[in-house]
């Protein structure tokens, strides 16, 4: 083999450190702790911020008008539209993924499975909406009942890896699949109570959207790229249709393949058959640039397909998503002006109250009653390792709503004096949720 193809004897000191760097940063970043130690400090700069001297430029910011034009066209929307309505959407594909991924070989494949989570996250979800309602029922409030429905799952994950290895796994199982299921529930609650009366052309625009993804995937269509024109399809038709446009992340997300398209070759037989090309070419010392783009390319087509699509799309967007698209929503929605709330104010005390006895006291009460009632009914039993300590550990860490919660609030309430209430109680629910479960956890295991 000629020098040039051999590898270098000595690499430069530079090279080493960043790539030693590069490598912590990444098995950093995949510490689920991390993701919810961010979202934390961005909610806390945001509500700093908000009550601070430079208030008035919180606002400001986030409503600063983005425009974009071609010719006479032009279209123009707020940071904060942006973020709510536009980004969003990438979490609540991410979301959609996990959904599929769990329906086809998770904790919701089959209904043995999916029993106790599914049960226990209806309670989870139907008694925070008892304890709020029995706050606010007959005023103008009661239209947040969905708000502390909603359980944040990289929140509750990130507090659940705080207390280590001594979590048995069959806890986190749980918790996710029944985190899951809880935002199936309020993706399905936004769907229903929280969208406008619908424009049809809006609806045929997005089915517009959805045919053509369709047509992509039988085409054999894999670079994710180009769906974002399609996707970008569905967001604009479901927006102009009043249904909220982030949904068009969910159903993109359902709507990624479990397996990776069909091929006439397995990847891994790709691979190794590329693999012995390359090598027996490269041992020429005449192979050219032109000789090796042809297997390099089928490397590159075959590395990509060892993973299915729904796995790529958490894989490639989760890392966006934990450390950007989420912090910048909490940076954006949890700026909450403690000037403005008055809860000397019957609504807005109630709001309050309802929001933080519903996620503190109501989702630990609903999943624990829902998993009791199932289990001694013999329609299901307790996972392996799982005990109804793990079960209460669940129950108080999914009253950390956090993002789901605070978007839902967003849609609930136009007035800002009852926004600013709903999102204080979910930050304040949330931080007590978190405390407590971390409280129970290092009590009883």
């Not at 390319?297 to 299915?308: G, T, V």
Request: some cysteine; overall charge neutral; charged content about 10%.
């Amino acid at each position: 083999m000629s020098d040039k193809n051999s590898a270098s004897s000595t690499i430069p000191r530079p090279q080493v450190l960043t790539t030693r760097a590069l490598a912590a940063i990444e098995r950093f970043s995949h510490i689920e702790a991390v993701s919810g130690i961010v979202l934390l400090f961005a909610a806390m700069v945001a509500l700093i911020w908000a009550n601070s001297p430079l208030a008035d430029s919180y606002e400001h910011f986030w409503n600063t008008p983005l425009t974009l034009g071609l010719g006479e066209f032009t279209v123009s929307c707020s940071l904060h539209f942006l973020v709510n309505d536009g980004l969003m959407a990438i979490f609540f594909l991410v979301v959609g993924a996990e959904i599929r991924q769990e329906i086809n070989d998770g904790a919701l494949a089959n209904l043995k499975l999916a029993t106790l989570p599914l049960g226990a996250a209806l309670g989870g979800v139907m008694m925070p909406a008892i304890i709020y309602m029995a706050f606010n029922q007959g005023t103008e409030a009661s239209t947040g009942w969905a708000v502390p429905t909603a359980t944040d799952i990289a929140f509750a994950v990130g507090v659940l890896a705080l207390l280590g290895k001594s979590i048995p796994g069959g806890i986190r199982v749980l918790l996710l699949a029944l985190a899951i299921i809880d935002d199936i529930v309020a993706i399905l609650i936004i769907a229903v109570f929280y969208t406008a009366s619908l424009d049809y052309l809006g609806l045929v625009v997005a089915l517009s959207g959805l045919a053509l993804v369709l047509l992509f995937q039988k085409m054999g269509i894999g670079k994710a790229y180009l769906y974002i024109l399609p996707g970008a399809i569905v967001w604009f038709g479901l927006l102009k249709t009043g249904v909220h446009p982030t949904l068009a992340g969910v159903i993109l997300g359902l709507m990624t393949p479990v397996n990776s398209k069909p091929a006439t070759e397995q990847p891994l037989d790709t691979i190794g058959r590329t693999f012995h090309e390359l090598m027996d070419r490269f041992s020429h010392s005449s192979n050219s640039p032109q000789e090796v783009t042809k297997p390099l390319k089928q490397l590159q087509q075959a590395q990509r397909e060892i993973l299915p699509p729904v796995q790529r799309v958490q894989v490639g967007l989760h890392p966006w998503v934990a450390f950007g698209v989420m912090p910048l929503f909490a940076l954006a929605n949890a700026g909450v002006g403690l000037e403005g709330i008055n809860l000397d104010d019957d609504v807005s005390r109630n709001i309050f109250m309802g929001v933080i006895s519903a996620l503190v006291l109501g989702k630990p009460l609903g999943i624990v009653l829902a998993s009791v009632a199932l289990v001694k009914l013999n329609i299901c039993k307790l996972p392996e390792g799982v005990t109804w300590s793990g079960i209460g550990l669940v129950g108080l860490l999914a009253g950390i709503g956090f993002t789901m919660s605070i978007f839902i609030s967003s849609l609930a309430f136009s007035d800002p004096a009852l926004l600013s209430s709903a999102k204080l109680s979910v930050l304040a629910a949330s931080a007590a949720a978190a405390i407590t479960g971390l409280i129970w956890g290092k009590i009883k295991f």
